[in-house]
């Protein structure tokens, strides 16, 4: 009897200390995985993120990886415009799309007058953000032809990643792309031989027909090295420029995975033309920004200052 009671009390504290180890280890474990946790948004808080403030304004989305939608947004402008890229850089610098690298740049032909080599060296250092192309300051004489077809020795040796973007846009200054819908309507598309727009006419729906407006088109990166080889884009560069892309392609065979914006593109509604649509929430592109009255009221429509963060630093109604 009496060794049956020493038997239960060596269980019963056997068991007591196991259950105390076991509790301990947990512990242990739970201190170690806090731990790495604060590690992990330690690094991610430090991680530096790309803004208009940042010295490069290559737009990274906050879940991006080497797997994401890589564009280049080329602005094609002209060296003067300094006031407008700017504002630009304001309007493009305060979008982060989840999923995506988008890197914007300003795209012009070269320097001509001694306050540009200054200012536009200033700005460069300052933004990196700029393209200078070996051309004359033109818009229907082939500068639309030494973009694309300069991005190939650009940009194969500056990167480690192939291809450099799966998309290259082309984009007037007039032009605002609100960039997590343009990502949104890529993520199913084709990243090979791929041609995106406004189809024009305006009435068409058809993107086979003609071609894509010179708002903003965009083609996926096979095509920018098909431009950079070919003979057909060489042989025929005078003309409206956005016209004469889509002829490359044609007489190229080339895009045959076709995608109509419309009506996520398009003008804006005023004055009323067959291209215009007003500003709706799925807006991908407004065109025709010629005045700062539409840009404000295009900004506002898309609520663009709603992560404004309190501040008694400033006040604004």
């Known amino acids: 009897m009496k060794a049956t009671k020493r038997n239960g009390r060596r269980f019963i504290l056997t068991s007591f200390f196991f259950i105390l180890f076991l509790c301990i280890l947990a512990s242990i474990n739970e201190i170690r995985v806090d731990s790495l946790l604060k590690v992990g948004t330690c690094a991610f808080s430090k991680a530096p993120f790309q803004s208009h403030n940042s010295s490069s304004p290559n737009f990274l989305g906050a879940n991006s990886s080497s797997n994401d939608i890589r564009i280049l947004l080329g ?6 415009q300094y006031h407008r890229r700017h504002f630009l850089r304001l309007i493009y610098g305060t979008q982060s799309p989840g999923g995506a690298k988008v890197d914007v740049k300003f795209v012009f032909c070269n320097l001509t007058k001694e306050d540009q080599k200054v200012l536009v060296a200033l700005e460069i250092m300052r933004y990196d953000d700029i393209i200078i192309l070996d051309c004359k300051e033109n818009m229907n004489k082939g500068k639309t032809y030494t973009y694309f077809s300069s991005l190939p020795d650009m940009l194969n040796e500056e990167t480690n990643a192939y291809p450099p973007y799966h998309y290259v846009l082309k984009s007037d200054d ?3 792309f609100r960039l997590e819908n343009l990502v949104e309507s ?3 598309l084709p990243r090979e031989d791929l041609y995106y727009g406004y189809v024009i006419p305006c009435p068409s729906m058809d993107p086979f027909v003609h071609y894509m407006s010179g708002m903003g088109f965009l083609v996926s990166w096979d095509i920018v090295e098909w431009i950079r080889v070919s003979d057909i ?5 005078d003309g409206p420029e956005d016209k004469v892309f889509g002829e490359w392609l044609r007489d190229g065979h080339r895009a045959k995975n076709r995608f109509n914006a419309k009506w996520s593109m398009y003008n804006y509604p005023e004055p009323a033309t067959r291209c215009t649509h007003e500003l709706w929430p799925n807006t991908v592109a407004v065109h025709l920004l010629k005045t700062q009255e539409k840009w404000i009221r295009t900004l506002n ?3 663009v200052t709603k992560n404004l963060k309190p501040s008694k630093l400033y006040h604004i109604p």
Request: charged content about 20%; overall charge neutral; proline content about 10%.
């Open 301 to 303: 429509y898309f609520n």
């Open 186 to 188: 890529l993520r199913v």
């Open 174 to 176: 007039d032009t605002y």
């Open 233 to 237: 884009p060489k042989s025929h560069l």
């Open 75 to 80: 602005i094609l402008t002209l060296p003067d």
